[in-house]
């Protein structure tokens, strides 16, 4: 071997064996960035988090896979100050991509929690578990982001305990889900943005939203679609002041929204639409009576922007509602009771059609209504159910000057129907009104308790028919009742202090014809605006004028024989 053949062969030796050494040096500095390096992170997380928190940290493992240039802490888990569960979580791993090195930004392929878990005691009056890790200094925070970018964000199969002492109620969020594909402040010119994936179960109820949301644009927007189903709106009662005269039992809510938020004419606005539904909601007074039930509200929500304070909804249907009003012994209203007590209006005069808060609702539909009225203030106690209540009313609106079309039929009873149809200014019904109301053969034995304690007879037998027309024009009324009373047949007499003084009986057969039937017209008007009208003392004022036509009939009897005798003269 020559002298220059054998310089090459040891100069070759020399680069193998040289790269040889790098190579077991590299190796070793993998073992020990793997190896060592691990517990320095898991000893240095415990130390700084033990430190800043106050609270008991303990982690099972960190481990660091330089090769995959990847990142995982297992087994987090911080104590509450009692030693108990605070949060933690099984696995969060990080996947840092090559390209940080070049891009000068983070880069991570994927940042993936798994199972995290967060438990929360309510302690009373805004004070939770962890309030003394608010409690110290604030520091100010930078306002700008660093440059980075996380293809993905994902947590998988979380959890949420909230411990409510005040009210005894617990609430929990399980199976967690979020996934945010694409998180980057460097995306566009619009900087961050986020697209989020939510899905969970909260108290049971499945919730999902999804969307897109770019919170540091130069014009932050957003669009969001959030659906929940049947949601537990009951369990907000324990949350509800003890002096509120209402009881919610029962009810659960469902939704189906898109939100949209953004700048439109360089003003905020929030869009929503979709649909919402609650049902089998039951509503009681303060004494666990029943004041309304019904199987379904949903309510169809066209796009309106809220902020602008306008809303238009497209439909509102009711479904199989059930009232009950009762009158009790001292003659309180059980809904009055229920109601928040009314506000003195300083003006009678009707505000413009440019209201603050602009409500349209093209239609409102009642289906399958029934209506219970209990009138225990009078003996026997009156009694009487309204059922098959179905009405349609379009054209509602916060404006005075929009007008309202209503239809309503229902039965007073077995076979009694009624039937009302009406065109009105819902916000300013003494200003117009025309409607029409006709009901046929109502049996007047279940308002036997009336007839006793203001004409001094209970009815034991009678039927009803009216056809009314009322009529609202100028601030003036004018109502034509036309009434027919059929074969009313009256007990005896008894004692009542709030009986009229005249011969009802005598005036009952005067007015009969020979039919068995009392008929009469009573037209009735008045100016709507006048200090003294309502519309309840309209009602009275009906119901009088039928018993002034039977308590005066004997007199007018007598008058129209006094006339005739003198024209015989």
Known sequence: MSEKELSLWTGRWRTWLSAKRRMVWRVLFLLVLGGITPIGLKWLLVQQLQHALKREVTVQAVQINPLALSLTVQGLAIKNPQGGEFVGWQRLTVDVSAQSFTQGAWVLDALTLQSPSVSVVHLGQGRFDFSDLLDGPKEESATTLPPFVVREVSIHDGRMRLDDQPFQRTHTIENFKLLLPQVSSVAGHNGLTLRPELSALINGTPVHMAGEVQPLADAPHAALALTLNALDVAALQAYMPDTLPMRLAGGKLSADLKLQFGEVDRRTSLVVNGTTQLQEVVL??????????????????????????????????????????????????????????????????????????????????????????????????????????????????????????????????????????????????????DAKLQTKNVDLTRFSGYAQKYLGYPLNKGRLSIDARYQIKDKQLQ????????????????????????????????????????????????????????????????????????????????????????NDD
Do not use: C
């Open 284 to 433: 009681n007074d303060a004494h666990d009576q029943a004041l309304l039930a019904f199987k379904t509200l949903a309510i169809t929500l066209s796009p309106s922007d809220v902020l602008a304070r306008h809303v238009v909804i497209s439909n509102i249907t009711l479904e199989e509602p059930k009232a009950a009003v009762r009158i009790q012994p001292n003659g309180q209203l059980n809904w009055m009771a229920a109601l928040p007590p009314s506000t003195p209006i300083e003006s009678s005069k009707p505000s413009s059609d440019n209201t603050d808060f602009s409500v349209q609702i093209d239609q409102f539909t009642l289906r399958s209504g029934a209506l219970d009225f209990v009138d225990a203030s009078v003996k026997p106690a009156v009694q009487t159910r309204i059922t098959d209540m179905n009405a349609v009313m379009k054209n509602i609106s916060t404006q005075t000057s929009a007008q309202a079309d209503v239809a309503l039929k229902a039965n007073l009873g077995s076979a009694m129907p009624l039937n009302v149809q009406a065109r009105l200014k819902p916000l300013d019904v003494t200003s117009f009104l």
């Open 479 to 566: 109502a034509d009742n036309h009434v027919v009373i059929d074969h009313l047949t009256l007990g005896d007499q008894v004692q009542s202090p709030y009986a009229v003084d005249a011969p009802v009986a005598l005036g009952v057969s005067l007015l009969k014809n020979s039919s068995g039937q009392i008929d009469i017209e009573l037209p009735v008007s008045g100016a709507v605006d006048a200090p003294d009208f309502s519309f309840g003392g309209l009602i009275a004022q009906t119901i009088g004028n039928i018993l002034i036509k039977v308590v005066t009939a004997p007199v007018r009897a007598i008058g129209n024989t006094v006339n005739g005798d003198d």
